[in-house]
């Protein structure tokens, strides 16, 4: 996600699509927590990009200050989380990292029961950091599975999203990034972009230009974690080459040398779009890659 100033545009809204009346019935208040302010949803549009693999998007909110994370940590997070969680520097940060854990978990526990059939309470999935920082997934129901699920997460306002995707449908990592459209995004253009990468948007509705730029940088965001790498401090290290507006695509290839990608270039082709009030991207990485 961007940084950018808190000063608001009117965005250019997508239709959203509707969520299964089936799936949102699944989502009950959290454990432990009676705060009427946290919201949980599925989120059917980032999901659909992940395919042909098995893909569940959810997104967790809150609107007031109150520190609901403190009620439902001992019914959410294990030993090893609540170790990390506790020791965040404050209370925003804390109700950040566990709206993250609400999202990827609801992700993973509905990606379990449609997949495999398998009920996985949100206390016992794990989800925490490598040394990379790329979030990673344990949870026993999985282990039995023979599962392997691919997670990411982004944060952006008072909105957490998570993507979790099933390994076996031929996909090695999935990235997703969300940015506001309301927030104030100037500078994003220079500090973000090659004047290549801005040449694609020369025939851009003046419009759309603004929702465009966003979803590229998201596309950016979401390649570095698909390819667990991130960013690596320097977004120029990942150039857009294509973009197909009406197929909602952009072509993103990664200039980087690590232990992880050591052929220096890979391209990943993102799908990125606008719904529920952000500009989002997907990006999945497969066997082929």
């Not at 699509?17 to 059917?44: A, D, V």
């Not at 090893?80 to 609400?102: I, N, Q, T």
Request: charged fraction near 25%.
């Amino acid at each position: 996600m961007p940084p950018g100033k808190a000063e608001k545009r009117q965005p250019v809204i997508e239709d959203s699509s509707p969520e299964p009346s089936s799936t949102l019935r699944r989502f009950g208040p959290l454990p432990g927590c009676n705060e009427p302010g946290i919201l949980r949803y599925p989120w059917l549009k980032p999901a659909l990009a992940v395919a042909p693999a098995e893909g569940w998007c959810c997104q967790c909110m809150d609107d007031n200050a109150a520190p609901w994370d403190e009620a439902v940590a001992a019914f959410v997070l294990l030993e090893s989380e609540w170790k990390v969680w506790v020791h965040l520097p404050h209370d925003a940060a804390r109700r950040r990292w566990m709206r993250g854990r609400v999202a990827a978990k609801d992700a993973i526990r509905l990606l379990l029961l449609d997949r495999y059939g398998v009920a996985a309470p949100l206390e016992t999935i794990s989800v925490l950091p490598d040394q990379r920082g790329q979030p990673q997934v344990s949870c026993a129901a999985v282990s039995k599975t023979g599962a392997g699920i691919a997670i990411s997460i982004s944060h952006c306002g008072n909105s957490s999203v998570a993507l979790a995707s099933d390994r076996s449908g031929g996909c090695l990592g999935v990235g997703i990034d969300v940015a506001s459209q309301t927030d104030n995004h100037d500078g994003l253009e220079e500090g973000g972009f090659a004047s290549t990468e801005m040449a694609l948007l020369h025939d851009c509705p003046a419009t759309e230009r603004a929702d465009w730029l966003l979803r590229l940088w998201c596309a950016k965001e979401a390649v570095s974690k698909a390819l667990g790498v991130g960013l690596r401090g320097n977004p120029l290290h990942y150039l857009v080459r294509r973009i197909d507006r009406a197929r909602g695509t952009a072509d993103v290839e990664a200039h980087l040398e690590t232990t992880i990608l050591p052929q220096g270039l890979v391209r990943l082709t993102a799908t990125v779009g606008c719904d529920r009030g952000l500009a989002f991207a997907v990006a999945h990485r497969g066997d082929s890659k």
